[in-house]
């Protein structure tokens, strides 16, 4: 079955680009939304974006100015940039797989935490 | 706050029936499909309804959904303690910048 693994540095600088890599394994990364999601400590979830395996995409508009995805079929990856981060980026951040109707999350990676310190 | 309205909190006793309302507008719950999510402590969240009322193969017919206007329901029925955990609705909102949208969860806590 489809597995999903998220990977990057887990401190990044306030004011830096954090960087994300999620990667698939057990299926192809064609034909699919793929989504990250975000979820601070003890707060609930916080969808970030979604791009589709052509590189189309769609942001959540209060990040959209700082929020960059990108696929790379080839390696069946795809990844998400943060510009400019600060505390408030601190979180839990999850990379899962859009349903063929490309809204329902249906697989999702364990997550990984990024915390946001000088 | 959270574009859908959810309680933040919810509870019942084992064999119970419980009910998690997920309340928005014309331009989520209105006119797009409400997904619930499941998030065991420490764990990532889990596909538990999708598309209002249907169940990924693996979820139990203990749960179901339902949607009338621009809100949602999530009804657990014979409430089991492995039910604990936090709740989450989503759907797709159609305002000037299209995304997705969640509530702000409801912790649901077996007696």
């Known amino acids: 079955q489809v597995q999903l693994q998220e990977s990057g540095p887990g401190l990044v600088k306030p004011s830096e680009t954090l960087s994300l890599t999620c990667t698939v394994s057990g299926g192809s990364i064609s034909s699919y939304y793929w989504s990250w999601i975000r979820q601070p400590a003890g707060k609930g979830l916080e969808w970030i974006g979604r791009?589709?395996?052509?590189?189309?995409?769609n942001y959540n508009p209060s990040l959209k100015s700082r929020v960059t995805m990108s696929v790379d079929t080839s390696k069946n990856q795809f990844s998400l940039k943060l510009s400019s981060v600060t505390a408030a980026d601190t979180a839990v951040y999850y990379c899962?797989?859009?349903?063929?109707?490309?809204?329902?999350?249906?697989?999702w990676g364990q997550g990984t935490t990024v915390t946001v310190s000088s | 706050q959270s574009v859908l309205t959810q309680p933040p909190s919810a509870s019942g006793t084992p064999g119970q029936r419980v009910t998690i309302s997920c309340s928005g507008s014309?331009?989520?719950?209105?006119?797009?499909?409400v997904y619930w999510y499941q998030q065991l402590p420490g764990t990532a969240p889990k596909l538990l309804i999708y598309r209002n009322n249907q169940r990924p193969s693996g979820v139990p017919d203990r749960f179901s959904g339902s949607k009338s206007g621009t809100s949602a329901s999530l009804a657990i029925s014979g409430l089991r303690s492995e039910d604990e955990a936090d709740y989450y609705c989503?759907?797709?909102?159609?305002?000037?910048?299209?995304?997705?949208?969640f509530g702000g969860g409801t912790k649901l806590t077996v007696l």
């Open positions: 791009i589709y395996t052509s590189g189309s995409t």
């Open positions: 014309s331009s989520n719950i209105g006119s797009n499909y």
């Open positions: 899962a797989r859009m349903d063929l109707s490309g809204y329902g999350m249906d697989v």
């Open positions: 989503a759907a797709w909102d159609d305002s000037l910048s299209a995304s997705m949208v």
